[in-house]
C-alpha cells in the first residue's frame, strides 16, 4: 500500500475533507466524478434465494444449458431500472452469456447514454453460452485489449474481463469476473499480478473491479498486486441466504460470504461515497461508489 493510502472504513467521516475542494470552482474544474457500479447479474434469472440459486445455476446453466429456456427465463429489467434511478456512468456487469443476451443489453445501455461500450469473453460453456464481462460507460474511453485465461468449458472458472483507459483522468480500469474454484483462481490471480507490474508505472490512477468471488482479506495475503491497493468496503454483497454456508466453510474454500463483489482502487482518488444496493433477483447485491480524480 502506498504511502498516505488508507482503506476507507466509514466514508461519512471523511466528506467533510472532501467539501472545500468542491466548493472550490476552480478546483472544481479540474476534477472528474465518476459513479461506478459493478453487479453480477447471474444471466438475468432469478437466484436470490437458497432455491432459486439452485435451479438458475445449476439446474438451468450448468445441467441443462438451453438457451431457449434461459432467454425465456431471464430479465435484466430490474438491472436497467437499478441504472436509472441510481445514474451511474460507468457500470461493469458480470455473467452476461455473449451472443445471447449482451447485444440486448448493450442496445438498452445506449439508451441511457452509455456510448462506449465493451465485451469481454471467457470462452466458457458452448456457444451461445459464453460468460462475459460488460463494460460501459458514459464517459470518453477506449478499449486496451487486454487478455486472461479462462479455461473453457470449465464452470466456475470465470467470467471475462475488460480493460479501458479514460486519458482525461489518467485512469486503466479493469472489470474483471474472477474463478471462483481456487485451482482456477490461483493461475488468474498470478495473471493480475504479472499484469500489473507491467501497468503500473503506466498509469497514475488504476481501479479493478467487479466479482472477485473472495473477501478481501483473502487476497490481501495472496496477491502482491491487490495488498497495495485500497478498496472500497461495504458490508456484504451476498444475498442474506448465504450466511447459512458459514458453519461449514472449513469443508471447502469455495463456501464464501460477506464482500465478494469489490471496487479496488489506486492512486490520486477519494471515495466521496458508496452503497450496496438491493437486487432483487441475482445471487450477488450490487455495489456501487462515488469516485474523485483529479483530470490531467
Do not use: W
Request: neutral net charge; charged residues 25%; proline residues 5%.
Amino acid at each position: 500500500m502506498e504511502k498516505g493510502d488508507k482503506t476507507i472504513e466509514n466514508h461519512s467521516d471523511h466528506e467533510d475533507e472532501l467539501k472545500p475542494d468542491l466548493a472550490d470552482p476552480t478546483v472544481k474544474k479540474h476534477q472528474e466524478t465518476i459513479k461506478l457500479l459493478t453487479y453480477n447479474t447471474c444471466y438475468g434469472l432469478k437466484s436470490n434465494t437458497l432455491i432459486s440459486a439452485y435451479n438458475s445455476t445449476y439446474r438451468v446453466v450448468h445441467a441443462r444449458k438451453d438457451p431457449e429456456e434461459i432467454s425465456q427465463k431471464s430479465d435484466f429489467s430490474e438491472v436497467f431500472d437499478m441504472i436509472k434511478e441510481h445514474s451511474p456512468n460507468i457500470v461493469v456487469l458480470n455473467e452476461i452469456f455473449d451472443d445471447l443476451q449482451t447485444k440486448p443489453v448493450l442496445e438498452e445501455l445506449e439508451k441511457m447514454g452509455f456510448k462506449y461500450n465493451f465485451v469481454g469473453n471467457s470462452g466458457h460453456h458452448t456457444k451461445p453460452l459464453i460468460v462475459s464481462t460488460v463494460l460501459a460507460s458514459k464517459l470518453p474511453c477506449e478499449n486496451t485489449n487486454i487478455h486472461f485465461t479462462f479455461p473453457e468449458g470449465l464452470p466456475g472458472s470465470g467470467g471475462g474481463a475488460v480493460g479501458v483507459y479514460f486519458k482525461e483522468m489518467d485512469l486503466f480500469l479493469l472489470g474483471f469476473h474472477i474463478a471462483c474454484v481456487q485451482k482456477h483462481l490461483v493461475p488468474q490471480l498470478k495473471e493480475i499480478d504479472d499484469f500489473y507490474e507491467r501497468i503500473k508505472s503506466k498509469y497514475k490512477n488504476i481501479i479493478l473491479t467487479g466479482d472477485f468471488n473472495r473477501e478481501y482479506e483473502f487476497y490481501k495475503k495472496r496477491s502482491a498486486a491487490l495488498k497495495e491497493f485500497n478498496f472500497v468496503k461495504e458490508k456484504r454483497t451476498f444475498p442474506s441466504f448465504f450466511p447459512i454456508y458459514k458453519p461449514f466453510s472449513f469443508l471447502s474454500p469455495n463456501l464464501v460470504v460477506g464482500q465478494v463483489d469489490n471496487i479496488f482502487y489506486k492512486g490520486d482518488i477519494k471515495v466521496l461515497n458508496s452503497k450496496v444496493l438491493d437486487g432483487k433477483r441475482s445471487d450477488h447485491k450490487p455495489i456501487i461508489a462515488e469516485l474523485i480524480l483529479q483530470k490531467c
